[in-house]
């Protein structure tokens, strides 16, 4: 399917991790031209090599800081400006009790998570507007609507970012920038790898033994029972870049294994 988005450029945070690597490999096989971000300077080499030629610049970069932000925007500036923004850097944060959190437990995630999406978005839409054609895709997750106890802040971090994709594709969705959130749930990337070897330690178990017993205990509605695959939540964020998906507009489309419970968003 050609997506309709050949010579765009878009920009993708996170790029050296399993889903935002995978994003970038999508929409470069589209014929887009990627301008890519993360905070591992090696890595984020080592991912743009693995792309290719689609790669038309890199910068390392601690999203968390505004300072940052504004030298990334600059840079993408340079670079003939963006079409489209796929943020899909983020942290788990802090588990545990939601009473034992720290603030700055609190504060980590909601810098990163949340914060960064508003300031990347700040940066970079205002100038698709003016051209009248722009895509914004969010990396919310299953946290935003169906919360879990021991993830409390990573839960507010992702509940917030999915009001703030409503919120701001009512007023850019008329001006040609549709902003949209792809909700992906327990992939295999290496933020998920790092949670199942916690708990594989913890239960003095495999990693694969670690990962059946979570599916079970706390992931009962995920019906496929298994993680998803990068290249699963991808496609559907591409998509949501593309011109065919050209009426879809401050919505959260799922990629979960049918983790989430409810049948709304």
Same mark, same amino acid.
């Given at each position: 399917m050609?997506? %309709? &988005?050949d %010579? ?15 994003t ?6 589209? %014929? ?5 971000? +993360?905070?591992?300077? +090696? ?7 693995? &792309? ?10 601690d ?10 925007? %600059?840079?993408i ?8 923004? *796929?943020h899909?850097? =983020? ?9 034992? @959190? /720290? ?9 990163? $998570?949340? @914060?960064?999406? *508003? ?17 914004? #895709?969010?990396? #919310?997750?299953? $946290?935003?609507v ?6 409390? *802040?990573? $839960? ?6 999915l009001?703030y ?13 549709? *902003? $949209?959130? #792809? @909700?992906?749930?327990?992939?295999e990337?290496?933020?998920? +790898? ?8 913890? @239960? ?6 670690? &990962? ?10 995920l019906?496929? /029972?298994?993680? =998803? /695959? ?5 496609? #559907?964020a ?6 065919r998906? =050209?009426?879809?507009?401050?919505s ?5 294994g049918?983790?989430?419970?409810? &049948?709304?968003?």
């Amino acid at each position: 399917m050609k997506l %309709g &988005i050949d %010579g765009k450029l878009a920009v993708v945070t996170g790029a050296a991790g399993g889903i935002g690597r995978a994003t970038a490999q999508v929409l470069a096989e589209e %014929g887009v031209r990627l301008f890519l971000t +993360d905070t591992d300077a +090696d890595q984020l080499q080592a991912a743009a090599a693995e &792309i290719g030629p689609a790669v038309g610049g890199t910068r390392a970069a601690d999203l968390s800081d505004p300072g940052a932000i504004a030298d990334l925007a %600059g840079r993408i500036a340079e670079a003939g400006g963006a079409d489209i923004l *796929v943020h899909m850097a =983020g942290v788990t944060g802090a588990k545990g009790d939601p009473l034992e @959190m /720290r603030d700055e437990d609190w504060a980590e995630c909601w810098t990163v $998570n949340f @914060m960064s999406a *508003v300031r990347m978005s700040r940066a970079l839409v205002p100038a698709m507007a003016a051209k009248g054609w722009g895509r914004v #895709v969010f990396t #919310v997750s299953e $946290n935003a609507v169906q919360p879990y106890p021991d993830e409390a *802040v990573y $839960n507010a971090s992702k509940a917030a970012l999915l009001s703030y994709t409503k919120a701001l594709s009512l007023p850019y969705g008329p001006k040609g920038v549709l *902003v $949209n959130a #792809v @909700m992906p749930a327990f992939i295999e990337t290496p933020m998920t +790898d790092g949670m199942m070897e916690k708990r594989a330690e913890a @239960m003095g178990v495999s990693r694969e033994e670690a &990962i059946e017993s979570f599916l079970a205990e706390e992931r009962p509605y995920l019906s496929l /029972r298994r993680r =998803g /695959r990068p290249e699963e939540v991808a496609s #559907v964020a591409a998509l949501l870049c593309s011109d065919r998906a =050209g009426f879809t507009n401050g919505s959260a489309w799922r990629a979960d294994g049918g983790a989430v419970a409810s &049948i709304d968003t």
